[in-house]
């Protein structure tokens, strides 16, 4: 019964009927837990002679794809809305043959810890108590692609999408979000992010705390002056430590020390409210850290943070 209730939420998104049973075959496919899931194999799953339909639906039927994003979002939001849930935003690749796939190129992509053939894209998760699950994506249409018209038009790209690093287009997705009055209290990502002082600076203007790594060398503004954090990580006393579980893992509490450095950041305003740390974790096994820079609106406790 929930899956015909969605099925009819999203229906007026669809132009044709055909499409609308279609979707509803593919998304069964989808959660089916099939080895494999292609074109081919939902086809099959759906007892479908070849793989067309489904390739038709991804490729050519007209739908409405961001309205059917905008219902997701909602469903997720009535399901799992918390106003203290957290947003994540990450990259993944696909890895692809060829040079014909959207968006693809050799590039470092996550999913094999090396430089492949890839699809990339950015995604953004909805984090709650109650589950999470995606509500968005952007695809990274990198610079071999936007600046080759003909290559693009050929793939069906729009001649109005321009260049965007994976900050930028991970500060559209929390834009349209957040615009959209999604109830969430933190932003947390990668270096990739934490490096961006626009996307830290769009948030905290919103209100909204994050916690971002950045690398070892990131520089913070502190009361001795702008040190590197890795210099400020040796230098901390025994006392600045505390022992605090970064949740449940496969074998049990996943165990960090951890500390926090008042900073300033220069990417906000200084009339804007809220407190500006650097985090660091570090490794009781080996002793590696790892560092975020974290903010939010209001003074927080160290366990909200990690």
């Known amino acids: 019964r929930e899956f015909g209730e969605l099925m009819t939420r999203i229906g007026s998104r669809f132009a044709r009927v055909e499409p609308r049973r279609r979707v509803a075959a593919f998304v069964r496919g989808l959660l089916a837990g099939l080895p494999r899931a292609n074109c081919w194999t939902i ?6 002679l070849g793989p067309q339909g489904m390739q038709r639906l991804l490729s050519q039927a007209v739908w409405d794809v ?27 690749g696909d890895l692809k043959k060829g040079k014909r796939t959207v968006g693809v190129q050799r590039q470092y992509t996550g999913t094999a810890g090396r430089i492949e053939n890839a699809q990339v894209a950015v995604y953004l998760a909805y984090v709650a108590p109650r589950g999470y699950a995606l509500i968005d994506r952007a695809l990274y249409l990198p610079r071999s692609w936007t600046e080759d018209a003909d290559r693009c038009r050929a793939a069906g790209v729009p001649d109005h999408v321009e ?11 929390l ?12 932003v947390t990502g990668d270096e990739v992010y934490g490096n961006d002082p626009r996307l830290r600076a769009d948030l905290a203007g919103r209100g909204v705390g994050y916690v971002l790594a950045v690398a070892k060398d990131h520089r913070f ?16 006393p025994a006392s600045c430590w505390q022992r605090i579980s970064a949740g449940s893992g496969a074998k049990g509490p996943r165990w960090y020390d951890w500390a926090l450095v008042e900073t300033t950041d220069p990417a906000i305003p200084h009339h804007q409210a809220g407190s500006h740390w650097l985090l660091i974790r570090r490794s009781l096994s080996d002793g590696e850290y790892a560092f975020y820079r974290a903010h939010a609106p209001s003074p927080v406790p160290l366990a909200d943070l990690v």
């Open 43 to 48: 086809a099959e799953h759906a007892a479908e």
């Open 66 to 92: 961001d309205g059917v994003r905008d219902d997701l979002r909602a469903y997720v939001v009535e399901h799992l809305g918390d106003a203290g849930a957290v947003l994540v935003v990450d990259e993944t």
């Open 163 to 173: 260049f965007a690093t994976k900050p930028a287009l991970a500060r559209q997705l």
């Open 175 to 186: 834009t349209r979000t957040l615009d959209a009055d999604v109830p969430a209290a933190w």
């Open 221 to 236: 503004t502190t009361g001795i002056g702008v040190r590197r954090a890795i210099d400020l990580a040796v230098r901390l």
